[in-house]
């Protein structure tokens, strides 16, 4: 299985997110899986891929050519992907990926997880997608969907494709029995 992590290019501000991307990446080769990241090798993006490697697991990166050079991209991945824009990338990053993993991260980790979610609602995909919400990260955003469904925005069993955990063995479990409702249009 590939997964992708969508993930901060920086550590933020509290060291267990570094603590927690070590561990995600070790369980990930632990468990055979193939990461599918944004080829930099910085923040928690590269502390990820690094866990893998180390671990003796695949990783490919996909990158923009121009943070490429401003990000840094990593240059020890089983496979490095350097595309032309961000559309590109996070369209290369969906399409091979079969399941996605959101942990702390900033607008770019938010884009992503929204992309991949409505891809999800609209019938896209029928992929898993899981946050990892330690230390709480991801409480706020919870209560923004629910206040979504509530007003009528997101039907519930779109609200629901959101997988909630808030531990590693909870999020390998969930992905792997993850059951996609509708597509919001049937």
């Not at 995600?24 to 080769?29: D, M, T």
């Not at 490095?80 to 399941?99: C, F, G």
């Amino acid at each position: 299985m590939k997964i992708a992590v969508f993930c901060g290019s920086s550590f933020g501000n509290n060291p267990l997110y570094k603590t927690l991307a070590q561990t995600l990446g070790k369980e990930i080769a632990k468990r055979g899986f193939h990461l599918v990241y944004g080829g930099s090798c910085v923040g928690l993006m590269g502390t990820i891929a690094d866990a893998v490697l180390n671990e003796g697991g695949e990783v490919t990166g996909v990158i923009t050519k121009n943070l490429s050079k401003k990000e840094h991209a990593h240059n020890s991945l089983t496979y490095l992907h350097i595309v032309d824009d961000i559309l590109e990338r996070k369209k290369m990053m969906e399409d091979l990926s079969d399941a996605f993993i959101i942990m702390p991260g900033g607008f770019g980790t938010m884009d992503e997880l929204f992309e991949v979610l409505m891809y999800g609602q609209l019938g896209y995909h029928k992929k898993p997608c899981a946050v990892l919400n330690v230390n709480h990260f991801f409480d706020h955003l919870f209560k923004l969907l629910n206040q979504l469904t509530k007003e009528g925005f997101v039907k519930k069993e779109h609200n629901n494709m959101l997988l909630q955990c808030d531990n590693i063995d909870s999020l390998f479990n969930k992905i792997i029995q993850y059951v996609p409702p509708k597509p919001k249009w049937d």
